[in-house]
């Protein structure tokens, strides 16, 4: 330190050797404002940039109120220090320093310090140096914890009432106040109206979202940030969004369609404080009938003739205000995969299970029937064992070369068959010639007599 003055003396000593005219700083004050705490001790440090040994010194402390009355306290030299009397236990002042320490700070300390020093160094240059300082002194009382207040202390009406918030403390100077809603600080608004200082809000007119919680938190420049508890603001309000729902239904517009036996539930709902009152209405034919009341309806499939047309209305019995929706109801297959009740229990009706069951008796008998008669399994046999020449001949119905057709024809009688001329499929199965069920009469007469009976035709 001392290094450093020695320094900034010698430069100064340079520059206005040169110059003449050079303005060097041999004083420095750490802070030009300070916040002081009613009670407590302040200091009011001052650093010097020169050997107090080179030179000689003459300085004066005084004090401007914020009224603007100007009071001398101090007025010293190297050696001797003289203080107003009137500030005797008030002031310590210690030569050769030139901070001023100030006891027990009351609000008549407040105002502007002013520090006047004259300096002339032991250098031969005979010039005089003058420094002037001036600090600004506030004297704070510390803030106690906030209280809120609301007026009027009850719940109010939305539309119909205003509200004023009240932040106090106890103890505190230029206290500083800043408002909450649910954590989150509220500024001026056209519904959001505050006083100079922040300390009263008023809520005019209270609104739905102006519910919630309300804190106030106050500072000042010797107090750290102070919480007030937590008020809540109880807003009564609606009913607005009114919505009419159903899960078992397909909703279309206003239309709600229901499976045919299937039992329904409607839900009525709307936001509201308090909660709502709630009347469901059947209108048919121009006339109303209350069905119940209550958020709830349940519908009844069976007593649906036709489409009908229902009307929830919700009611605010505080806020005197009221809606409506209105729906019609349609019975119908709409095919969403919905099942009644009653077919949870059976997934198929027994009407289409009587059905499935004939089917299946007729179908079966038919088929054994079939297999009794026409034995199709030795038909097929009789097929494929025959030679592999006959059967890729191509078959032929008699008429396809009428030159062939021409001669002498004569039926023959082949003992131990059957005499009627209505071949049954047991009969035509025993012939080995025979290449399908489209086998005519022409083909057997034409090819039985190729065997056994060769010696009768001759």
């Keep these: 330190m001392e290094a450093t003055r020695r320094t900034v003396l010698c430069v100064c000593s340079v520059l206005l050797a040169l110059t003449g005219e050079v303005r060097c700083e041999f004083i420095h004050i750490p802070s030009l404002i300070h916040h002081g705490i009613e009670g407590k001790s302040l200091l009011l440090s001052v650093e010097t940039h020169f050997s107090l040994d080179d030179a000689e010194i003459q300085g004066t402390w005084s004090h401007t109120r914020l009224s603007g009355t100007r009071t001398m306290l101090v007025t010293f030299t190297k050696e001797n220090a003289i203080i107003n009397m009137m500030h005797h236990n008030h002031l310590f002042f210690k030569q050769p320093n030139t901070s001023l320490l100030i006891r027990q700070l009351n609000q008549d300390d407040e105002g502007d310090y002013h520090l006047s020093l004259n300096l002339k160094f032991y250098n031969k240059t005979g010039k005089v140096f003058k420094e002037e300082k001036t600090i600004h002194l506030t004297v704070d009382v510390p803030v106690s914890t906030p ?169 605010n019995n505080v806020t005197q205000k009221q809606d409506e929706a209105q729906f019609t109801l349609v019975v119908a297959s709409y095919g969403t995969g919905k099942e009644m009740h009653t077919q949870k229990s059976y997934p198929v009706s027994p009407l289409a299970a009587i059905t499935i069951c004939s089917l299946f008796i007729i179908g079966s008998m038919l088929l054994f029937f079939l297999r009794r008669t026409c034995h199709p399994k030795r038909v097929l046999m009789n097929i494929y064992n025959r030679p592999f020449t006959e059967q890729k001949r191509p078959h032929r119905s008699g008429h396809e070369d009428a030159t062939e057709d021409f001669g002498i024809y004569e039926f023959v009688s082949i003992p131990g068959k059957m005499d009627s001329t209505q071949a049954s499929c047991r009969s035509l199965a025993r012939f080995e010639s025979v290449q399908d069920m489209h086998t005519t009469i022409y083909d057997v007469i034409r090819h039985v007599p190729e065997t056994p009976s060769h010696s009768l035709l001759k």
């Design 147 to 315: 209280a809120i207040e609301k007026s009027p202390s009850y719940a109010v009406i939305e539309d119909k009432a205003n509200v004023t918030w009240t932040c106090s403390v106890e103890k505190g100077t230029r206290v500083t106040f800043q408002w909450f809603r649910d954590n989150v600080p509220l500024v001026p608004s056209k519904r959001h109206h505050f006083t100079r200082d922040n300390a009263t809000l008023l809520l005019s007119p209270v609104r739905k979202e102006d519910k919630g919680t309300y804190h106030c938190v106050v500072s000042n420049p010797v107090s750290p940030v102070r919480h007030s508890r937590p008020v809540e603001l109880n807003v009564y309000y609606g009913p607005y969004n009114l919505e009419v729902n159903s899960g078992q239904s397909l909703r279309t517009g206003e239309v709600f369609t229901i499976n045919p036996g299937e039992l329904v539930f409607f839900e009525c709902q709307a936001d509201s404080n308090p909660p709502n009152s709630y009347v469901w209405i059947s209108k048919s034919r121009n006339a109303t009938q209350v069905i119940t009341e209550g958020p709830r309806l349940e519908v009844q499939y069976f007593k649906l003739a036709q489409a009908e047309e229902y009307l929830c209305r919700a009611f």
